[in-house]
Structures are given as C-alpha cells and as structure tokens.
C-alpha cells in the first residue's frame, strides 16, 4: 500500500490541471437569473483575484491542444468562457478581459442571435469579440438534447453551423452543450460533426485524462464559493467495460488518489461510499434507476470530481 500511494502522489505531480470557468449573464439582477448571473463588480474581483493567486490565464484552444497532443497542461492554469452571448457580456466583461488581455471563449446561442432576442449580443458585436477571443457554437434552439432524436439534433447542429458560418465565416471548433445536459447519444452525435472540444457544466478541474468530448467547467454566479471551486481537482478513474443487461458492475480503478473511499452520485438518493483496495473498486448499479443521462459522477472528500458515461447495451 505504501508504494501504491507514493506511485499516486508521484503520477499526480507529473500533469498539472486547469480550471474552465462558464459565465452567463453579468449585473442582471432579476431572481429568475440568480443561479447564472454576477455582478460585473464580483467578476473583476475574482479576475484580480486569480492573478494575485498566481493563475495564468489561457485559451481553450491551448487545452484543447495539450490534451489532444498528451501535451502537459500549463501550470495554474484558468480558461474564461461565457455562454449564450447576452448583451450583457458584451456591455460588462468584455471590456474587462480586452483591457486586461485576457483570453476568453464566448458560446453563442445562434437562434437567439438570428431572431434578434432582445438581451442577446448582435452578429456584429460577435464579429467585434471575436478579435479578442476564441467563439464557439451552443446549439440553435438551446434545448435539452438528450430528449431530442438524432434527426432532430442533427438538423439542429447543422442550422446552427449553417448561420454561424454565415455571419462569422469560419466552422466552429468548440462546442457547448446547452444547459450541460448530454448523454452517450449525444456525445456522438456531435463528434460526428468534428468538433476539437465539447464542453459540459459537470464541475471538476481539467488534466490529462479529461475526454475531449466532455471537458469539465466550473459554473459560476453570485452564489459561487469561488475560493472552494478554484480548490477542485481532477478524479482520474479508468472504467471496465459494463456488463450487458439491467444490473451493470461497474468496476474500475482511480490513478490520482490515495484515499480508502469514492463517493458515487448515481441518481437522487442513491449516493454511496464505495470502499477502495490499492485503488479499485467496485459496484452495482440497476440501470432502470440510474439518471436519466446515464452518467455516474465520482467524487472524494478533498473535492476531486469525474464524471463518466454508461454505455448502453
């Protein structure tokens, strides 16, 4: 047991991890927004904060980078990205991070552009930012897209393309799962468009076992524990292939972490402690009452986060 934890400790110093943070709205106060929005006062705090911590600030694309060359990813590293492309980040953080060159990545909502909703940027505005940081698509019509079919979701992915194109004049590389919500269809489905990186809302901490199709970010708003968040890790688990049929075993083994048990958030109400030996595991799961996307989320106590797809059968 005790080469196993320095094996742990040693593999664990070799990658360094990055944290991608997911903005929304900023200085919207409605109640309705408060779980998305920050104040524009706030965000430059935490902005000055993370500098004086010593963070460097980076692009996506050169995470992306490092994870798809098995690259090390630059240390004490932070991505900024903004979802939906309100007009409030146009009015308040983007001054902010083009003062400050800081690099950023805006995900836009292209029915929301297209159709001219009201607090939403213009495809002009996207133009303007676009000179000082990276754009990616999120979606058309920014529904769940587990509950879509696969012609539905492709027809989706193909008019948000289309009109992205259109107005900016180059393919996305980046994509944003609307409200984070996906499944293994869904991954899928998209990879097939050739997206470099699809992004969730899963929580965690970025490293080099992090899957390019399912890159963790870390949600922010007002009601953030900011410091607690920039304090989580990445959980490197590796999973056996499940067992056909209703009852899966799902067994497997975490790399970066010494401890003597997981937690494992099944579905509301079934979160278990599973008992780890020389860093295995192992445990049963009734697919007919795992959540509805089929994804088990591992966690520890000294707040390391991965989150894993089940295969369907």
Known sequence: MRHFLLLVVFCASLFADAHILCYHRFDDPKPKYKH?????????SQINSLKADGKKFVSLSSIVTALKTSKKIEA?????????????????????????????TLCVYVEAIDKKYGDYMTWEQIKEVSKYGEIALHSYAHKDLSKLSADELKKDTTDALASFEKHMGFKPKQYAYPFGLYNIDVKNTLK???????????GGAVNSQSDVHQIERIAVS????????????????????PNAGAQKTIAGSVQNYGG????????????RTIALKEGKFETTVDMAKVNSKHKLIFYTDDHRYRAKLIEKD
Not at 36 to 44: A, D, G, M, R, V
Request: no cysteine; charged share 25%.
């Open 222 to 241: 007002e009601e953030t524990d900011f410091k607690l968040s920039m304090g989580v890790k990445p959980l490197d688990i590796t999973l056996g292939k």
């Open 76 to 104: 004490n590293a932070v991505s900024i990205s903004v979802d939906d492309a309100y007009k409030s980040f146009y009015e308040k953080a983007f001054p902010i991070l083009r003062d400050a060159k800081i690099p950023f």
């Open 36 to 44: 998305t929005n920050i104040s524009s006062k706030s965000f430059l």
């Open 260 to 271: 003597k048990t997981i937690k494992l958030y099944v579905a509301k109400g079934d979160v």
């Open 192 to 202: 097939s468009f050739g997206f470099e990186a699809i992004l969730t809302v899963d």
